[in-house]
RNA sequence: GUACGCGUAGCUCAGUUGGUUAGAGCUCUGGAUUGUGGUUCCAGCGGUCGCGGGUUCGAGUCCCGUCGUGUACCCCA
């Protein structure tokens, strides 16, 4: 018989029940420690039109955009009427794009509803997003985000709070090793101007720095000078990678260099204001570092950026976010203030999976209700019955087999108990219950068996 | 887009300088055990060696191509 080999597309995963319970575990904390915050949730399309999503990533972002064909008779004209065509605009072909990121649509969310949303509107939004580029470790091309964000305040506390919620999930998630990561787009500003460098090469010069953790010192040397980045320049830039300390005295050392940049200025004040908040809401400052080469690729941040990071497996950044005031203004036209976090939910995921740190469980179900013939079905059926209407996870047997095996079913699915109502049982208005874990089993009347689970703990 | 690695049973893999009929563990099915799993023992099912071509008396093994997959770069969660 020809058939099809099964297979998914480069970079998807089919999410089978044992690791959706793994998932749900990261994402049930998540979403509770969310609400504590006052984040509520939003849902937009999988697919947005294309000139939402155009020009807000980059240039390699808009390369790694998933976009959709036109589908129905605008297509079937391109193919069917000519035999050879040109495309003379990409648009001609496509019009829509899946999803990105999460901030795209909040941003066109919050410039469709201003009547419907009270400012500050303070969202979380857990979505899958599409990526087209190649797959590897903690990398996918479909994969799960959650963003937290707030919209509409240009207070610092919104990115005091932000910052404040990853400290709070990665504890509460048991991470204890991170870092989270801090700079400003404006201290980054600053540094351009300081350098002498056209404005135009600053991303240049962000994407550069942004790599001194991986390539060293002498790497981002070479790599200024590969970008055509002047001699001059180099020399003034390197000397700031190399301020360390704590974080006073990185911010006073940079300060200094950057006195003569007001917007440097500015976001060196605005880093030590979200500082002080962090004191406010109790965080543990040794989880901070100010990283002055922290750059962060997508080019719509316009303040405060952060990541988070663990040392331990090695896998790249596990959240990121920060201040973006001029994106909604794309949607808008008038600009609102709104800044916000990126948690790369796989990669917690893959992380906490190889760190061991996701209790494991094979199934909710805790009882299964064997039948063991005719005759004793239509009990075992009403027994299951009870046992739901109480609110106990059941399962009952759906084919009448030996005992045998719907004692295997339950041991594979690891469900602890199992119930057996056979002849004698039946008899004596009586069920036995086995413990599948201690193996002790024991002969109880009807009317116990839920009382006996109800007093269980959960 | 660039570079390198890997494709052998459902899964994880072994397979010598190219040489008879391609192996193991796990899984699965049946039995020892017709009212009881997880341990043990016995038996069995299961392979176009990714695909196509080439070299050779002979290819799982060498060469070329192709597809799939993984890793690194770029970039990013």
Known sequence: MNYVKPSVPKGTRDFLPEQMYRR???????????????YEPLETPSIEKLEVLSGKYGEEGEHLLFKILKRGSSIEKVGSELKEYTVHRIDELVDLGLRYDLTVPLSRVVAMYQNEITLPFKRYQIQPVWRGDRPQKGRY???FQCDADTVGSSSMIADAENICLIHDILS?????????????????LGIVEYSDVDSEKGVDICVAIDKLDKIGIDGVRKELLNRNISEAATRKILPILEINGTNEKILADISYILASS???????????????????FGIDKQKLTIDLYLARGLSYYTGPIYESVVEEPRIGSLTGGGRYDELIGLFLGQSIPATGTTLGIERIIDVMTELDMIPEIKT???????IFDENT?????R???DLRRAGINTEVSLNISQLKKQFIYANKKQIPFVVVIGPEELEQGAVTLKDMISGDQERISQDNLIHRFISLPK
């Open 24 to 38: 749900q575990f990261v994402l049930d904390i998540i979403k509770s420690k969310l609400e504590t915050y006052g």
């Open 141 to 143: 091309r479909e994969f």
């Open 172 to 188: 509460e998630l048991g991470f204890d090793k991170f870092k989270i990561r801090i700079n400003n787009r404006k201290i980054l």
């Open 262 to 280: 007001a917007v440097g200025t500015q976001g060196i004040e605005e880093i030590s204001e979200i500082l002080s908040y962090m004191d406010d």
């Open 364 to 370: 909710r179900t805790t009882v299964l209700v064997t």
């Open 377 to 381: 079905k239509s009990l075992s059926l």
């Open 383 to 385: 027994i299951a019955r």
